[in-house]
């Protein structure tokens, strides 16, 4: 049983300004498993006098000394990679294969990443007679989720910690222990006292008075368009910069060729992926109309060999984080059901021989139309679409036909005909043929955000730009 009842602030373990706590829940086993302190409003006034009076002389270091830090961050984090995995398995499902293997490494991967920016990164430019000066923001807040715990820290922490800012972060009340550990390997990396600060707490609890506080100069939100619509409101009165990943309904639209059958397997193993709940999910599957009965079969047989079951063991799938989630995931599948879309194979109810815990069956819709509640919303489980298209404006038409815009992606063996169909997408990132790249920027259109993370793109948002006319004035008589 884990016990965390002290944060991080100010370079110590303080005891928080009041006794409450709340339970995390072992999605596998549905017991709890440990037991956390509850922020408050005093703590958060706490940090952010911390992060502020660590600013100045944290601001002022040089491109070397955070350089320095943050390699000393990859030393300790790669010693506390067991305890990491474990701690990801315990408190949100995620399978020991994938907790132990991509879930840690996307962390290192945006570490490594983060000092390579950092290196060449350039923090001025000369203009003419001008300089053009980008300055670390300030203080800032972070607030992640509890799908991809650790790597939704990173590319808010490693960015901010690169560029000179100070900052707290709340990590997910669902999944805490990640984040607890994320701290003690910056603690133990000797980031200097007050600039990395840690409050666990629910969003009223910790969450408003981080967007509310007057002192904060930037919020980064990854979460759910509700909660992100909320943390603008409440921090538009104090006119702070607000950066927000939020939701996905992802199209992937598999081209007509030889490949076919071999993409639609692929796309069925990617959305199933963490148990679903990944908010770039490829989990609208675009395939021509005339397929429509082949692209049944394909994702039938894929999805039906996806094991599920104790996340400890070799099995592909856990659990899904939570019974709130599992009650909405599961209301969403009887929703495809009455809607009239084809159930290919899952359905509700827990798989066979599962009793315990919060595991949803890997579950495929054929013949769905795109204004079904299941094409339109975030379900956030292991819960495939399968729509048909007529010919590629077609696909493009149902692919943008969403009020999302995070992700997208085109799978076929013509190039140039990808490369096409990718440029028309609507979305902030689109991967053809699987393509994946750390220093490329991560982000949304319309409800699925308004900021960018990963790469270059992700310094940028903790920066603001200064233009210093006259900086070198030229000589009139010359």
Not at 128 to 136: I, N
Not at 277 to 285: E, I, K, L
Not at 399 to 417: I, K, M, R, S
């Amino acid at each position: 049983m884990r016990d965390h009842r002290k944060f991080y602030i100010g370079g110590q373990w303080v005891a928080p300004a009041t006794a409450q706590t709340f339970e995390v829940v072992n999605p596998a086993t549905e017991q709890i498993c440990g037991t956390v302190a509850a922020g408050s409003a005093q703590d958060v006034d706490r940090a952010v006098a911390a992060a502020r009076a660590a600013f100045g002389s944290w601001s002022a270091t040089t491109v070397a000394e955070r350089l320095t830090l943050l390699r000393a961050i990859a030393a300790e984090y790669d010693r506390r990679r067991g305890d990491l995995a474990a701690a990801l398995t315990e408190e949100m499902g995620a399978p020991a294969a994938l907790a132990g293997g991509f879930q840690v490494d996307l962390v290192a991967g945006h570490l490594d990443t983060a000092c390579t920016v950092l290196e060449n990164f350039a923090f001025t430019e000369e203009l003419g007679g001008s300089m053009v000066a980008k300055e670390p923001i300030g203080v800032c807040a972070m607030i992640t989720p509890w799908n991809w715990p650790l790597s939704l820290i990173a590319v808010k922490v490693f960015p901010a910690l690169a560029t000179g800012c100070t900052m707290i972060l709340k990590p997910s009340e669902k999944s805490p222990f990640s984040g607890q550990i994320f701290a003690e390997v910056l603690a133990a990396a000797g980031v200097p006292p007050g600039v990395f600060n840690l409050i666990h707490g629910d969003g009223p609890g910790v969450g408003v008075p981080l967007s509310a506080h007057p002192d904060i100069d930037m919020i980064s939100f990854t979460g759910s368009v509700r909660a992100g619509i909320d943390i603008a409101r409440t921090a538009a009165p104090t006119v702070k910069r607000v950066s927000q990943e939020l939701g996905g309904k992802s199209p992937n639209i598999l081209l007509d060729d030889a490949d076919f059958a071999d993409n639609v397997a692929k796309g069925v193993v990617s959305m199933m992926g963490n148990s679903g709940q990944t908010c770039s999910a490829p989990s609208r599957m675009l395939v021509p109309a005339g397929r429509m009965s082949e692209a049944a079969a394909a994702a039938r047989a894929a999805a039906e060999q996806i094991t599920v079951g104790d996340p400890t063991g070799e099995v592909a799938m856990g659990p899904v984080v939570s019974g709130a989630q599992f009650d909405k995931v599961q209301a969403l599948i009887q929703k495809g059901i009455d809607e009239g879309a084809t159930l290919v194979t899952g359905g509700t109810g827990r798989p066979e021989g599962l009793d315990v815990g919060f595991y949803v069956k890997p579950t495929v819709f054929a013949d769905v139309t795109n204004d079904m509640t299941v094409a339109r919303e975030e379900i956030f489980g292991p819960v495939l679409t399968i729509l048909g298209y007529d010919d590629i404006d077609h696909a493009i038409a149902i692919a943008n036909d969403t009020e999302y815009g995070l992700a997208g992606f085109v799978a076929g063996a013509d190039l140039d005909q990808a490369r096409a169909v990718a440029r028309r997408i609507r979305a902030g990132s689109v991967s053809i043929n699987d393509g994946f790249d750390f220093a490329c920027p991560f982000g949304g259109y319309r409800k699925s955000g308004n900021g960018r993370e990963w790469g270059a793109s992700g310094f940028d948002e903790y920066l603001e730009t200064k233009a210093i006319l006259g900086y070198a004035p030229t000589d009139a008589s010359s």
